[in-house]
């Protein structure tokens, strides 16, 4: 279908650096039928084809061929994510990932996963950096699953107790459970067991700990010479290790304001993004070192 390219409206990238010029270009001066360019036909929304429709303005046409599609305006982006996976870089799939973390919590890692062309493991890793938790996760398969069932769980023993000659499909849809799941609740209870795994209360009690706050945080200027000093961080490979990241990355808060201007436009957005991704790495380290602290004193 031939649409008036006015009419048209550029949606943000999944492509960090947004759109190449000398692509544009090149596509432009080619000569070739450009392929029909994806819109949302709710917003004219370009879902994929922004190169395809910059090249048309600079041929000097008024109208594109136009493929509509359908669905709920908070999905642009992840079907433009999807139609793009195959050319973009790890930092973009990345990027793309803790946005949906953000505006889709209640997606499973895989789903997250076969949308931003990653690893569902690496997922995984971005949501405990990122915080994008919900109580249900949608798979794949579209079908909603708890994230812990361990309050389904305590919900069915009661359910078991109330009603004894209930079926496990009963009693599993009540509770919001799996029938495999209310199988194995009845079978720890007649073997005397808590109904709940320790490592889901242990991950339950993980979603509502909250992180005792701290009344200073030191500077870096006077961090790492106490840490420099240190000979079990000296005379340790890891402790050397950390020692050159720690003095390569170490920037007070008074440094980076100096530094914002003078950043070119078109790169904010990369170095920016980039400064997030390191922040949320090593507050994930930062996590990491603070439990293993906490089980050493336990």
Request: proline share 5%; with cysteine.
């Given at each position: 279908m031939l649409v008036d390219i006015n009419v048209l409206q550029l949606a943000e990238s999944p492509r960090l650096g947004g759109c190449s010029e000398e692509f544009v270009r090149k596509l432009a001066s080619s000569g070739t039928v450009l392929a029909p360019i994806v819109v949302h036909r709710g917003t004219h929304r370009v879902v994929d084809g922004a190169h395809r429709l910059?090249?048309?303005?600079?041929?000097?046409?008024?109208?594109?061929?136009?493929?509509?599609?359908?669905?709920?305006?908070?999905?642009?982006?992840?079907?433009?994510?999807?139609?793009?996976?195959?050319?973009?870089?790890?930092?973009?799939?990345?990027?793309?990932?803790?946005?949906?973390?953000?505006?889709?919590?209640?997606?499973?890692?895989?789903?997250?996963?076969?949308?931003?062309?990653?690893a569902a493991k690496s997922v995984g890793v971005l949501r405990r950096a990122v915080g994008g938790r919900a109580a249900n996760r949608v798979g794949r398969d579209g079908k909603v699953r708890p994230v812990n069932s361990a309050a389904g769980r305590r919900l069915a023993v009661e359910m078991i107790e109330a009603r004894p000659d209930a079926s496990l499909r009963d009693i599993a849809?009540?509770?919001?459970?799996?029938?495999?799941?209310?199988?194995?609740?009845?079978?720890?209870?007649?073997?005397?067991?808590?109904?709940?795994p320790e490592r889901m209360r242990a991950a339950e009690i993980a979603e509502v700990e909250v992180p005792a706050a701290r009344s200073e945080v030191r500077a870096p200027g006077t961090t790492l010479p106490i840490l420099r000093r240190d000979p079990s961080l000296r005379f340790n490979e890891h402790g050397r290790l950390v020692l050159r990241w720690l003095e390569a990355h170490a920037v007070s808060s008074g440094e980076w304001a100096t530094v914002v201007d003078g950043?070119?436009?078109?790169?904010?957005?990369?170095?920016?993004?980039?400064?997030?991704?390191?922040?949320?790495?090593?507050?994930?380290?930062?996590?990491?070192?603070?439990?293993?602290?906490?089980?050493?004193?336990?």
């Amino acid at each position: 279908m031939l649409v008036d390219i006015n009419v048209l409206q550029l949606a943000e990238s999944p492509r960090l650096g947004g759109c190449s010029e000398e692509f544009v270009r090149k596509l432009a001066s080619s000569g070739t039928v450009l392929a029909p360019i994806v819109v949302h036909r709710g917003t004219h929304r370009v879902v994929d084809g922004a190169h395809r429709l910059r090249a048309a303005v600079l041929r000097g046409s008024r109208s594109v061929e136009v493929e509509y599609v359908d669905g709920p305006v908070e999905d642009v982006f992840v079907l433009s994510v999807s139609l793009n996976v195959a050319t973009l870089t790890t930092a973009d799939r990345e990027a793309a990932a803790r946005r949906l973390l953000r505006s889709h919590p209640q997606w499973s890692d895989r789903a997250i996963a076969a949308s931003t062309g990653l690893a569902a493991k690496s997922v995984g890793v971005l949501r405990r950096a990122v915080g994008g938790r919900a109580a249900n996760r949608v798979g794949r398969d579209g079908k909603v699953r708890p994230v812990n069932s361990a309050a389904g769980r305590r919900l069915a023993v009661e359910m078991i107790e109330a009603r004894p000659d209930a079926s496990l499909r009963d009693i599993a849809r009540a509770a919001g459970v799996s029938p495999g799941t209310v199988r194995d609740v009845r079978r720890r209870l007649l073997a005397g067991l808590d109904p709940v795994p320790e490592r889901m209360r242990a991950a339950e009690i993980a979603e509502v700990e909250v992180p005792a706050a701290r009344s200073e945080v030191r500077a870096p200027g006077t961090t790492l010479p106490i840490l420099r000093r240190d000979p079990s961080l000296r005379f340790n490979e890891h402790g050397r290790l950390v020692l050159r990241w720690l003095e390569a990355h170490a920037v007070s808060s008074g440094e980076w304001a100096t530094v914002v201007d003078g950043v070119p436009s078109h790169c904010r957005e990369l170095v920016a993004d980039m400064a997030r991704g390191c922040a949320e790495v090593w507050a994930e380290m930062a996590e990491a070192l603070e439990r293993e602290n906490r089980r050493q004193a336990v």
